[in-house]
Each structure stands twice: as C-alpha cells, then as structure tokens.
T-cell receptor, first 112, second 108 residues
Framework: DSGVTQTPKHLITATGQRVTLRCSPR?????VYWYQQSLDQGLQFLIH???????AKGNILERFSAQQFPDLHSELNLSSLELGDSALYFC???????????FGQGTRLTVV | GQNIDQPTEMTATEGAIVQINCTYQ??????LFWYQQHAGEAPTFLSY????GLEEKGRFSSFLSRSKGYSYLLLKELQMKDSASYLC?????????FGKGTRLHILP
C-alpha cells in the first residue's frame, strides 16, 4: 500500500458527461501529479500541483482541469467526455526533499 | 522537447540477467527513475539516479550517464514474478516524464 488513495476505482459514464476523480496523497506529501494511461500506452503527464498551486502542465486537454485543496487532496475534472478518454488515471504524490513519487491504484474510466 | 526511448518488449529466461536501456532528451534533468508496473496495477518505485554511476539494490541495479543521456536497469537472477513493464522516467523541474515502458517476458 503506497498510502495514496484514489476514488472511485472504476467509473463508467456516457459520452458528453463530466466526472470528477479524487486523490488523497500520502500524509505530509505536498505534491500531487496526475497521469493518463491508455491501453498499451505509457503514462502521459497531465498536471502537477504543489501545496495548492499549479506547478507544471503537460499535454492536458482544455476539457480537463484539476485543483488541489487546502487539505492537500486533489481532484481531476474531465468534461465533455469522449470515447478516447477511456483510460486509467493515476495520481502520485511526493514530499519536499524526497525523490520518488508514490502512485495510487488508479481510476479506470470507461466512456461508452 | 522531451523524448524518452526504451525498447517496447524484451524476453529473457528465468534465472538469467537482462538489461533494459533508456535514452532521454529533455530540456532539464533532475534525476532518473525506474518503476515496475504489472498490468492494470500502479507503478512501484525501483530506483533513482541523480549522479553518474551504478546504484545497486538487491537483484536490481540502475546506471546513469548524464553526458550520454543514457540509463539502464539490470535485473539479475530473473524470477517469473519479474514479468512486468519497466518504466524509465525523468524528473525535469516540476514534471516527471515517463517513457512508454518496456514489457519484459520471462520464460521458464
């Protein structure tokens, strides 16, 4: 158990809908990273938050947004969903001065 | 730009040694990670290199050459449970960028 919690584990929704994925980092970790992993694809970096502030963006679609709250949990919002958004979405957390990022178990999103 | 390359698939025999290579071209560099990922599961951390040289951790070792933009992960005494994808990742400032991963198949 990495200590990073993601909910829900599975999500099935229709095209055009909006969903929110939630991530609770390890206790004391200030950084949260979000990644998308499509079938047989690598981890695509979406966004990084540190202590409530956005620090870096990857190839994140305009339909996607994220935020990190004062209690350090983070949410990834996906809107106007398309079939191609079906993927595993991972969040990872790391602390100040630490090196590695610890991953949650992921949310499997299926858009039908 | 950012580019991290690793072989798509490799096959090795139980008990043998395998080396998985990774080359990278990134705008910045603050360290290189190796992760293991079983299908449908979360990546788990294996190693971290920030300086040139070899880091050994049990059956796994990782090497880095910053001047060549090159790293490898060496797995010894392969076991069936080592069948997984191995992901090379570079910390570039506030981003951690992953390669597409190398799927390792272990034959008995």
């Amino acid at each position: 158990d990495s200590g990073v919690t993601q909910t829900p584990k599975h999500l099935i929704t229709a095209t055009g809908q909006r969903v929110t994925l939630r991530c609770s980092p390890r206790s004391g970790d200030l950084s949260v990273y979000w990644y998308q992993q499509s079938l047989d694809q690598g981890l695509q970096f979406l966004i990084h938050y540190y202590n409530g502030e956005e620090r870096a963006k990857g190839n994140i679609l305009e339909r996607f947004s994220a935020q990190q709250f004062p209690d350090l949990h983070s949410e990834l919002n996906l809107s106007s969903l398309e079939l191609g958004d079906s993927a595993l979405y991972f969040c990872a957390s790391s602390g100040t001065g630490t090196t590695e990022a610890f991953f949650g178990q992921g949310t499997r999103l299926t858009v039908v | 730009g950012q580019n991290i390359d690793q072989p798509t698939e490799m096959t090795a025999t139980e008990g043998a040694i395998v080396q998985i290579n990774c080359t990278y071209q990134t705008s910045g560099f603050n360290g290189l990670f190796w992760y293991q990922q079983h299908a449908g599961e979360a990546p788990t951390f294996l190693s971290y290199n920030v300086l040139d040289g070899l880091e050994e951790k049990g059956r796994f070792s990782s090497f880095l050459s910053r001047s060549k933009g090159y790293s490898y992960l060496l797995l010894k005494e392969l076991q069936m449970k080592d069948s997984a994808s191995y992901l090379c990742a570079v910390r570039d400032g506030d981003k951690i960028i992953f390669g597409k991963g190398t799927r390792l198949h272990i034959l008995p």
